[in-house]
């Protein structure tokens, strides 16, 4: 079968492997359709923390369970969360799933973008594979995972119904965020972005506006700030925003090692709270496979790109022009999501 790794040394390389068999516990997934993620472009230059295998919001069709797997058949479609936690530590106890030990060595092999993965036991016995309601289509099912981390850092925020909230980058989750917190209430959305592609969507989405970051000045008055980018240089566009009393929501994933200078006294005086959110658990999985149910955030509209999985380098490059994508979806075929287009 065909898949996509990330290559020794960084890089992109697509490869021949033999179909998985699964094992007890084990569940096989024929691939359907996959979100390219930041992560994802960020694992194939080499700067990421998180473990190196390519693609994580994907959906498919059960393919062959392993020995003792029920409540599942082979035909079912689901979403399979590529991390678990273990729900018996300290972390998962007090509601940080996300740091739990088990959370990051926990995968499916050998990615989202391949024809086949396999769901690991750990992953099935710990809810992860979740089946896919009717009224959700293969390319609402790629955003179950990525609208899932919004979900939980806004839990994570202080936000509030009639907060305004400032979102520092509108590429695919800042959007999300946009179209989220529209949806959530809130009183005044103002997105940056240094694309006006993407600030052309971004308010066409729900943004009151949408500005560069040299356009931003001193204006200290935004109840919340988004960080939607890991980028370090964007921490001083978020100090101007952010109110007394206010909250920067660190969103966007920084590269290894990074760190910058932050305004202490700003922080102490003012009280402007940091606030960071990494990834989602099964809580924000469910919870955000119901709002896609109830067809509230059109993000459907984000998906500028689809490319089959034989084009997958394509896809790749595609990503990585910020002036013409936004989000792009690999499928294994086009003829499965044709009504969709």
Known sequence: MRAALVKRGGGLEVVDLDIPKPGDGEILVRMVACGI??????????????????GHEVVGVIEE?????????????????????????????TGSETSCPLFKESNIYPGGFSEYFL?????????????????????????????????????????????????????????????TLRSFGASEILAIDLSKTRCSLASSLGADACISPAEVGELRRYDLVVLSTGSTKALPTAFKLVRKGGEILLFGAPPPGSTAEIPISRIFYDEVRLTPSYSASERDIEASIRILVSKKIPVKKIVTHIFELGEVEKAFQAAQDVEKAVKVIVVSKKEYIASML
């Open 37 to 54: 993620c930041g992560t994802d472009l960020e694992k194939i230059r080499g700067g990421t923390e998180t473990p190196p295998v390519l």
């Open 119 to 179: 769901v690991p036991r750990i992953n099935v016995e710990r809810g992860a594979v979740h089946p896919l309601p009717e009224s959700i289509d293969w390319i609402e099912g790629t955003f179950i995972e990525p609208l899932a981390t919004v979900l939980r850092a806004i839990s994570r925020s202080t936000y509030r119904p009639g907060y305004s909230v400032a979102i520092v980058g509108s590429g695919p989750m800042g959007l999300l965020f946009t179209m």
């Open 65 to 93: 369970l392993g020995g003792g797997v029920e409540n599942f058949k082979p035909g079912l479609r689901v979403f399979a969360h590529h991390h678990v936690s273990c729900g018996r530590c300290w972390y998962c106890y």
